[in-house]
């Protein structure tokens, strides 16, 4: 049982979609031709039989119990990325505005969908200093608004906020996409979350939603029928076709970071302990390695820096893969490096990446 598999896998550092728990691939993998007491697999039943609908469930509740989601929140499991929530529908017909804090590219991508849907307003904008910080959540000018949209980690320049929000008035609406279940949050001081799973929970293909009730009235009948968050609670997410493998999948994740991990505390832990690792080697080496963040908002899920010079990027690129340090390339609009070490990266290849870091640098260092 996956022993040829483990040996052959790099260290995958891709930012999505990422690298999954090895334990969960094998558990999907010995039951792919037959779900136990199902007689096929999981891609070959209907999405209205009694075996899905109790996978269906249970991914619900071990969401419910991972995250301590509270009774008046539905979870929803739908398609179209997290692309598609841009577009969410909790504007329509309110008269509001929607808020935006500008922290870098996926909040910029958020607000542009959100300004064909209706007015918006930039309570804050990172641009001046390259998305390299974020704001004090507590101090932004807020107004009366139909919500305040957030990226909880911005995946590209890998800042991240460590805390929720902690202000009822606004009703805030976090993409959590590529940080998704990497510590406990406190659900309630969100009307919703979303989150694509290909980051840090699954398979492309299924994003989850958390949605307060009282918002889903805000689902207004002129919606297209897909976009209509309503829709999709009443028919319990099987408006249509679920993603029903990759639902199956962020079961299995979850189940993960319950009996393996034990819980998101001890995720958040090991997670603050693998990002430790690797900014330790940025702080003691800021000539060499420069990183993109300021120290107080650096992401646990993203590591961003840069070298000296693109020849050094390319030859450190080149060398990690060499080690089968996979997927390092920075984004294009940062450029230098880009380590993402979701949940399910071992600190193994954490260590293997900062044994990599020290050694180059006390070659290449002046
Ligand atoms: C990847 C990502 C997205 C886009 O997700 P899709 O599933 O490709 O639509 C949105 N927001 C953040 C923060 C991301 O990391």
């Not at 558990?27 to 269906?56: M, N, V």
């Not at 930039?122 to 390299?132: A, H, I, P």
């Not at 009282?214 to 249509?240: T, V």
């Amino acid at each position: 049982m996956g022993t040829n598999t483990a040996v052959d896998r790099v260290f995958n550092f891709s930012a999505g979609p990422a690298v999954l728990p090895v334990p969960v691939l094998e558990e999907a993998q010995r039951d792919l031709l037959c779900l136990p007491g199902c007689g096929a697999s999981i891609l070959e039943i209907s999405h209205r039989s009694k075996q899905f609908i109790a996978i269906l469930e249970d991914a619900e509740q071990r969401l419910r119990d991972l995250l301590a989601i509270p009774p008046n929140y539905r979870v929803l499991f739908l398609q179209g990325g997290s692309r598609l929530q841009f577009s969410m529908n909790l504007m329509r017909g309110s008269g509001k505005a929607a808020e935006f804090v500008l922290t870098g590219s996926w909040s910029n991508y958020a607000i542009q969908e959100a300004k064909r849907e209706g007015q918006t307003r930039v309570l804050w904008d990172g641009r001046e200093t390259n998305y390299d910080r974020l704001p004090n959540l507590d101090e932004l000018p807020y107004g009366d608004s139909a919500y305040v949209h957030l990226t909880s980690n911005e995946t590209i320049q890998g800042v991240q906020f460590a805390n929720d929000p902690n202000l009822s008035e606004s009703v805030f609406v976090a993409d959590m996409s590529s940080d998704f279940m990497h510590r406990p949050v406190d659900v309630s001081r969100y009307g919703m979350i979303y989150a694509c799973a290909q980051k840090n929970a699954g398979p492309a293909g299924v994003t989850v939603v958390i949605v307060r009730d009282d918002l889903l009235e805000r689902s207004d009948d002129s919606l297209p029928g897909y976009m209509n968050y309503q829709a999709h609670n009443e028919a319990n997410s099987l408006y249509n076709t679920p993603p029903t493998f990759g639902i199956y999948f962020v079961g299995l994740v979850a189940k993960w970071l319950q009996e393996d991990v034990g819980g998101l505390a001890n995720m958040h832990r090991r997670n603050r302990d693998k990002a430790q690792l690797l900014y330790d080697v940025l702080d003691e080496s800021p000539d060499f390695y420069q990183g993109h963040a300021r120290a107080s908002d650096r992401s646990l899920m993203n590591v961003t820096f840069r070298l000296p010079s693109d020849e050094l990027t390319k030859s450190f690129v080149h060398e990690a893969a060499s080690h089968q340090l996979e997927s390092l390339e920075g984004h294009r609009s940062v450029g230098g490096i880009r380590a993402s070490i979701y949940n399910a990266m071992p600190i193994e290849g954490v260590e293997a990446l900062r044994d990599l870091m020290v050694d180059f640098r006390n070659r290449h260092a002046n």
